[in-house]
Each structure stands twice: as C-alpha cells, then as structure tokens.
C-alpha cells in the first residue's frame, strides 16, 4: 500500500523551509544504456534471449539532499533526489529504499520516479523500508531518477538520531539504495541488538542544510569542507558510505593539519573538555599520516572528531563521533580510551569507508582491522605502551571462541566484541608474526587498493592474504575462524 500523508504540517514546512528555490546544478551525467545483444546460440524458431554487460567502470549512485532544521520543533524536512545506475549485467524490475528512521518518526510525503509510481512502505520502530516497482526493466547501465520529500520529527535523546540540550546528531537519517549482490541479491539486513546491521555502497553525495529559529552560535559539524551560499552550508562528498552531521550552539572548534594532503583535522567539542578535545585530535591527526603511509592515501577531504552525548562512538566516511565520557575521563596519557579510539575510529576511514564490508554477518572485516590499526598507531607514537595496549584492550577481557560470527549468532555486546574486534585482533597479530612486518603490511596496502569504493568479504580477504603472503596459513586461519 503507498504510503499516506500522516501530518498536514510536513507539506507546509517542506513548502516553507526547503531553503531557495533555485536547486543546485544537474547532477552528474551517466553512460547511456548498452543495447541488448542477441544471444548467439538462440533458436532460429524462438525469441532470441538477450545478453547484458555491466558498465565499466561502475557508476556510483549520487545523492542531493537539501535539508532544513526548525531548531525550535526539532523538526527536519528534507527533499532528495538519487540518481541510481544498474551496475548489474541483468535487468532490474525493483528498486528498493532502506528507510533507517524509526516509523513513528518519519512521515514520507511523496516518492517520485521515471518508471512508475507504484510503490509500498514497510515501516518499523527500527527502520523500514520501500519498495520501488518499475514499470519497464533498468537494464544495465540504465539510470533511474528518484525524488522522496519526508520529514523526521528529531526524537528528544542521546541516539544517533535525536537531539539533547546541547547537540543534534543526524546519522542514517535519509533512505538510501543498499547494495546489490549477483551472488545474494539485495543486501537488506534486520537490525541487531549488537553491532550495526546496515550496508552502504559507495556513493556521491551533495548536501545543502538551512535552519530555523537556530541558536545563536550555531555551528555544523560535517565531513566535508563546508561553503556558505543562500543563507545555508553547502558539501560535497564523494566516494562515501554515508553522510552524517551534527548541530550545536554549544561547540568549540579546532584544527590540526595532516597527512599528505594537508588534511584539515577538526574538533568539535564542549567548552569544559578542551584539553582532552586537544589531545583528541592530536591523535586523530597522528594516526592519518601513520595510515597513510601504512594503508595508503586518506581517502576524503577532511576528517572531523565530534564529542557527542550518545554512548560509545560511531564512525563514518570523514568524520566519526566519541562519547562525552571519553573526553570527561582523559588522564592526560595516552593510556586511555579516548586516545585509543580517536585512533580506531581514524582507521574505519580505511575500513569501513574506503573498503566496505557487511557490518552484521561480518563485523570483524572492518572492526578487527581499526582494532589492530590502534596498535600500529602505539608502535609509532607511544611505543612504550604497546604493552600496556594489550593488556588494557585485549587480554584483560580474555577472547575466546571463532572470529566472524554474525552479530545474529552473537548473545549481547561483550561476545560481539571479543569475537570481533579482540579475537580479530589477535588473529591479524598471529599473521603478521608469521608472514613478517614487511608481507603483513605489503598485503594491507593491496587489499587496500582492490577493494578501494567496493564491498569486501571475508573469502576474498583471506584468499588475498594467502596469495600475497605466498605462504600456507591454513594452521593460523582454521585456529582462529573454525569450530
């Protein structure tokens, strides 16, 4: 059934507070349609059978969004537009939409496309989703032009969706294309109580955010380098998994420059944690030119730490957020939570968002890898802690049991993590003591660089360790992945 217009007021804020009329420039252009080859080997009596190919390269999917906050009835109203290309070498005759905002908070108002307008809303209390049905096929190569106005009523608590006294947090805040496999199909995940569950394919995205009734010392905090035009800030991301922001009349700001490109490094932040908002992105800054070097170029063009209300720490492409009692519980060493994962959360720019991976059935791809990344960032900055890393992140918590278990196989958060990120860990450590310094770190630039903007897995991982080490690691890998 489509969905229905549930609140008046969407309509008339959407009207009202979609910022200037004039849109920004057409986006990009995209490779015309092959045409359908007939198979050589059809019945002179039958319907030839038709043979597709892929385009080559892949064309990512491109996201507008232009977006307006009421600060006062934390409220968004939000008009996007995707341009999607049939990467595949089939037809595709439906278009999903992951819809990651909870049912009650989301009210969808119209979703328009150029191959029918017959679709179906499955709402949930942890997301839902759309289903696109075309008219005629997307045939590969094929561009299909989607645009969706909704409003998000912004729920008033510490999430990654909500808003506090202090802070708005806006992550999975938009409905998106998940990814599509020729071996699974479309890759849809149920949520978990552990971990996260949502799969992104790598995306181009240009984001304009207008406000409301703002406070008065509003500032965005965003993953990419910002311009101010019509009254609000316009970005432009590209090659990510996602786009998340954050609003606040409480942050400080600062920034470190680094890494090859001169990288701004930036902090956001409470007025109260200066220091430990300085040491925190001292690190970050750190840890970019040590990855770079060892995993290869920083994929973006900005990498922004925000001091958040919401529990733990959530990365992203360009920007990832720590825990207010990180900064509230910093010692003034590097021995302790908020240096090591300013760290950890740097690295997810490698893994996580240069090299995608299924977060819910294979966790340990992108979180063993930021994991172990934190102990290439002692090794160099704080050697002298390189024991105490282990025993602080690792031992103490004493991991047992088989890496890569689903976050579905998985009791609480304490068995996800030491499976995941501890037993990972400790599964890269026994590789690299056997391979050398020198093979580990050779195989982590080319996996790197295969799976540059792509979705990895864990049979191609380990296929490509073993052939790049160009040694037997059955012993260590049936050690740490088998029964």
């Not at 992550?171 to 109580?193: H, K, Q």
């Not at 406070?215 to 990510?240: C, F, K």
């Given at each position: 059934?489509?969905?229905?217009?549930?609140?008046?007021?969407?309509?008339?804020?959407?009207?009202?507070?979609?910022?200037?009329?004039?849109?920004?420039?057409?986006?990009?252009?995209?490779?015309?349609?092959?045409?359908?080859?007939?198979?050589?080997?059809?019945?002179?009596?039958?319907?030839?059978?038709?043979?597709?190919?892929?385009?080559?390269?892949?064309?990512?999917?491109?996201?507008?969004?232009?977006?307006?906050?009421?600060?006062?009835?934390?409220?968004?109203?939000?008009?996007?537009?995707?341009?999607?290309?049939?990467?595949?070498?089939?037809?595709?005759?439906?278009?999903?939409?992951?819809?990651?905002?909870?049912?009650?908070?989301?009210?969808?108002?119209?979703?328009?496309?150029?191959?029918?307008?017959?679709?179906?809303?499955?709402?949930?209390?942890?997301?839902?989703?759309?289903?696109?049905?075309?008219?005629?096929?997307?045939?590969?190569?094929?561009?299909?032009?989607?645009?969706?106005?909704?409003?998000?009523?912004?729920?008033?608590?510490?999430?990654?969706?909500?808003?506090?006294?202090?802070?708005?947090?806006?992550?999975?805040?938009?409905?998106?294309?998940?990814?599509?496999?020729?071996?699974?199909?479309?890759?849809?995940?149920?949520?978990?109580p552990q971990g996260e569950y949502l799969v992104y394919e790598s995306a181009d995205f240009d984001v304009s955010l207008y406000t409301v009734h703002p406070p008065a010392l509003l500032q965005?905090?965003?993953?990419?380098?910002?311009?101010?035009?019509?009254?609000?800030?316009?970005?432009?991301?590209?090659?990510?998994?996602?786009?998340?922001?954050?609003?606040?009349?409480?942050?400080?700001?600062?920034?470190?420059?680094?890494?090859?490109?001169?990288?701004?490094?930036?902090?956001?932040?409470?007025?109260e944690e200066r220091a430990a908002a300085q040491a925190a992105v001292r690190t970050a800054a750190k840890a970019l030119e040590i990855y770079e070097r060892l995993f290869g170029t920083y994929?973006?063009?900005?990498?922004?730490?925000?001091?958040?209300?919401?529990?733990?720490?959530?990365?992203?492409?360009?920007?990832?957020?720590?825990?207010?009692?990180?900064?509230?519980?910093?010692?003034?060493?590097?021995?302790?939570?908020?240096?090591?994962?300013?760290?950890?959360?740097?690295?997810?720019?490698?893994?996580?968002?240069?090299?995608?991976?299924?977060?819910?059935?294979?966790?340990?791809?992108?979180?063993?890898?930021?994991?172990?990344?934190?102990?290439?960032?002692?090794?160099?900055?704080?050697?002298?802690?390189?024991?105490?890393?282990?025993?602080?992140?690792?031992?103490?918590?004493?991991?047992?049991?088989?890496?890569?278990?689903?976050?579905?196989?998985?009791?609480?958060?304490?068995?996800?993590?030491?499976?995941?990120?501890?037993?990972?860990?400790?599964?890269?450590?026994?590789?690299?003591?056997?391979?050398?310094?020198?093979?580990?770190?050779?195989?982590?630039?080319?996996?790197?660089?295969?799976?540059?903007?792509?979705?990895?897995?864990?049979?191609?991982?380990?296929?490509?360790?073993?052939?790049?080490?160009?040694?037997?690691?059955?012993?260590?890998?049936?050690?740490?992945?088998?029964?």
């Amino acid at each position: 059934m489509k969905r229905p217009v549930r609140m008046w007021l969407a309509l008339l804020l959407l009207a009202a507070c979609r910022g200037p009329a004039a849109t920004p420039g057409p986006l990009a252009a995209t490779p015309a349609a092959p045409t359908p080859q007939a198979s050589a080997t059809a019945s002179p009596s039958a319907a030839p059978s038709p043979t597709y190919r892929a385009p080559v390269p892949a064309v990512r999917p491109q996201y507008r969004l232009i977006a307006t906050l009421d600060f006062a009835a934390h409220y968004l109203a939000v008009s996007q537009e995707i341009r999607y290309t049939n990467n595949q070498a089939l037809p595709l005759d439906m278009i999903p939409l992951v819809v990651p905002v909870a049912d009650e908070l989301i009210t969808i108002t119209s979703i328009e496309y150029d191959r029918g307008t017959d679709w179906s809303y499955h709402g949930r209390a942890q997301g839902g989703s759309a289903e696109l049905l075309l008219a005629r096929p997307l045939l590969p190569g094929e561009v299909l032009h989607i645009e969706i106005d909704y409003a998000i009523a912004v729920p008033e608590r510490p999430t990654l969706l909500g808003w506090t006294a202090r802070q708005m947090t806006f992550i999975d805040w938009y409905p998106f294309i998940p990814p599509y496999l020729a071996e699974r199909g479309w890759v849809i995940n149920e949520p978990t109580p552990q971990g996260e569950y949502l799969v992104y394919e790598s995306a181009d995205f240009d984001v304009s955010l207008y406000t409301v009734h703002p406070p008065a010392l509003l500032q965005i905090a965003a993953p990419a380098p910002e311009t101010r035009r019509e009254g609000g800030w316009h970005y432009q991301l590209a090659h990510a998994r996602r786009f998340v922001w954050a609003a606040s009349g409480h942050y400080q700001a600062e920034t470190l420059r680094a890494g090859e490109g001169n990288i701004p490094v930036t902090v956001y932040y409470f007025e109260e944690e200066r220091a430990a908002a300085q040491a925190a992105v001292r690190t970050a800054a750190k840890a970019l030119e040590i990855y770079e070097r060892l995993f290869g170029t920083y994929p973006y063009e900005h990498l922004v730490l925000v001091e958040c209300i919401f529990p733990d720490g959530m990365e992203s492409d360009g920007m990832f957020f720590l825990d207010m009692g990180y900064f509230k519980s910093y010692d003034g060493t590097p021995r302790n939570l908020l240096t090591t994962l300013s760290a950890h959360e740097t690295a997810h720019n490698w893994w996580f968002g240069a090299v995608g991976n299924d977060a819910a059935h294979e966790a340990w791809l992108d979180e063993a890898l930021a994991t172990y990344a934190e102990l290439l960032y002692y090794q160099e900055a704080h050697p002298n802690a390189q024991d105490w890393w282990w025993q602080f992140r690792v031992e103490q918590w004493e991991p047992q049991g088989r890496v890569g278990r689903s976050a579905y196989e998985l009791e609480g958060f304490r068995p996800y993590v030491n499976a995941n990120y501890l037993r990972g860990a400790q599964f890269l450590h026994a590789v690299r003591q056997r391979i050398g310094d020198e093979a580990f770190l050779d195989f982590l630039q080319a996996y790197a660089t295969r799976y540059r903007g792509q979705l990895a897995d864990g049979a191609s991982f380990l296929a490509l360790l073993q052939a790049s080490s160009g040694q037997a690691l059955d012993e260590i890998i049936n050690e740490y992945f088998g029964e």
